[in-house]
């Protein structure tokens, strides 16, 4: 994806939709947090429901589908050779050989699992990590990349007024 706009589009038809935003990530190892900073960005502020899954999406699971949401957006690192900052949007079946980043269940899989109960439109926004080491802060593309996804799920869920 090459730009905000590009983003901004790409994600254009989950706007007015039931979304949930599962964050995934590990809050210690520098831009592997994304996930759950782009969540504690956005929480209380988006009509959508945020979920900051951790390094455990599986655990998510029963909630995600109790929600019954129309479209999942799941909002991870992941190493997909970009530059770091770059972000892409990718759907299930778009995914080949990913993981969840540096966790361990499979994209597939969690929505093979998730499709057994309910029937819901599953996106993922990677975000392109620089360092994923124990210790280490957000790089400075990368929290420039939370700055903008942040934006951009404000802007497609408004909170009512």
Known sequence: MSD????SECLGSLRGSETVILGVGHILKGDDGVGP???ENVTGSISARVIDAGTVPENYIRPIVH??????????????????G??????PD??????FSTHALSLHLFVDMLR???DVEVFLLGIQPECVRLGEPVS???WKSIQTVTG??????PLAV
């Not at 778009?94 to 993981?99: T, Y």
Request: net charge negative; aromatic share 8%.
């Open 37 to 39: 900073l782009v969540c």
């Open 140 to 142: 400075p593309s990368v």
């Open 4 to 7: 905000e706009r590009d983003l």
């Open 86 to 91: 770059e972000m892409r949007l990718y759907r």
């Open 67 to 84: 929600a019954a949401p129309e479209n999942l957006l799941v909002v991870d690192a992941v190493d997909f050779g970009g530059v770091p």
């Open 94 to 99: 778009q995914v080949s050989d990913f993981a």
């Open 116 to 118: 057994q109960d309910v």
């Open 152 to 157: 951009l799920l404000r802007d497609l869920f």
